[in-house]
């Protein structure tokens, strides 16, 4: 059998243990080791860290764990912006289903928006709870106060502007609800932009579905956007528009140019 075939065979199996590993070991840890540092730790802020770094921790050993398999290899460039990207709106490209998984790994104190289920959840709720991660069912008002107590405690979240996962090919578009959120809050952004050659993981893709050679995961943090200078516009939403045109133009550019 042919050298390559091999590889393919290999990162479809490594793949499929790497998938079982952190769902199984999730649904083991979430009950159990979180509800523990949750009840060890005051409440509050103190809590809320640990947890978040927990679930870093564990992140940051799941990708290493995929590079000593082979399944990927990662390229990261200005890391050391997200390490210290405290109280930052962090806007990010979503071309696979490793990103957030990346991003964490990269970030000591990620906070993110997340579905109800995940935070009701019998299995993953001790885990998404500890952390203090935001519910995405929240009114308006009460979300632009948890985002902005998140801020305030030095906390970076973590947003996904297309909503879903990019289909390759297809032109960034950005929803304005990051916008919004980043003009109301008077938040600095971080852009970052990830690519993966060739891509895998990707929407509508199943995971057994292993590209033909090892997929090169690239993250380029750029530099930190002050959006102050947007509000001089007579209305938010005026300035909303404008940051959405400006940051899909900046990931279009730097897309294009394969700059991540």
């Given at each position: ?6 590889d393919r065979?290999w990162?479809r199996?490594?793949?499929?243990f ?5 769902f ?5 840890l979430?009950?159990?080791v979180?509800?523990?540092v ?12 640990r947890c978040q770094?927990?679930v870093?921790l ?8 995929l590079?000593v398999?082979?399944?990927i290899?990662l ?11 405290r109280g930052?709106?962090?806007?990010a490209n979503?071309?696979s289903l490793?990103?957030v ?9 990620a906070?993110?928006i ?5 935070w009701e959840?019998?299995w993953?709720?001790?885990?998404v709870r ?8 929240l ?11 998140a801020l305030e405690a030095?906390?970076?979240?973590i947003?996904f502007?297309?909503?879903?996962r990019?289909?390759?090919?297809e032109?960034?578009?950005f929803r304005?609800?990051?916008a919004?959120?980043a003009?109301l809050?008077?938040?600095?952004v971080q ?12 929407k509508?893709?199943k995971w057994w579905?292993t590209p033909p ?6 993250v ?7 959006v102050t200078g947007?509000?001089g516009?007579q209305?938010?939403?005026l300035a909303?528009?404008k940051?959405v045109?400006?940051l899909?133009d900046?990931f279009a550019?730097?897309?294009a140019?394969g700059k991540?």
């Amino acid at each position: 059998m042919p050298a390559r075939c091999l590889d393919r065979l290999w990162r479809r199996a490594a793949t499929g243990f790497a998938f079982a590993f952190l769902f199984g070991g999730g649904a083991i840890l979430a009950p159990t080791v979180f509800p523990l540092v949750a009840l060890t730790s005051p409440a509050g802020a103190v809590r809320r860290q640990r947890c978040q770094h927990l679930v870093h921790l564990i992140f940051r050993f799941y990708i290493r764990m995929l590079l000593v398999l082979r399944v990927i290899d990662l390229e990261v460039e200005g890391a050391e912006r997200l390490r210290d990207g405290r109280g930052k709106l962090v806007v990010a490209n979503h071309p696979s289903l490793l990103d957030v998984v990346l991003l964490m790994a990269l970030m000591p104190r990620a906070q993110c928006i997340v579905k109800k289920e995940l935070w009701e959840s019998r299995w993953l709720g001790g885990m998404v709870r500890g952390a203090g991660y935001i519910r995405n069912d929240l009114d308006p008002e009460a979300l632009l106060d948890a985002c902005r107590a998140a801020l305030e405690a030095g906390d970076g979240i973590i947003i996904f502007p297309e909503g879903t996962r990019t289909v390759p090919g297809e032109p960034v578009r950005f929803r304005r609800g990051f916008a919004n959120l980043a003009t109301l809050l008077e938040a600095e952004v971080q852009p970052v932009t990830i690519t993966c050659d060739p891509p895998t993981l990707i929407k509508g893709e199943k995971w057994w579905m292993t590209p033909p050679r090892r997929p090169i995961f690239r993250v380029m943090v750029g530099d930190r956007l002050d959006v102050t200078g947007l509000l001089g516009y007579q209305y938010r939403s005026l300035a909303a528009r404008k940051l959405v045109r400006s940051l899909e133009d900046y990931f279009a550019e730097r897309l294009a140019d394969g700059k991540a």
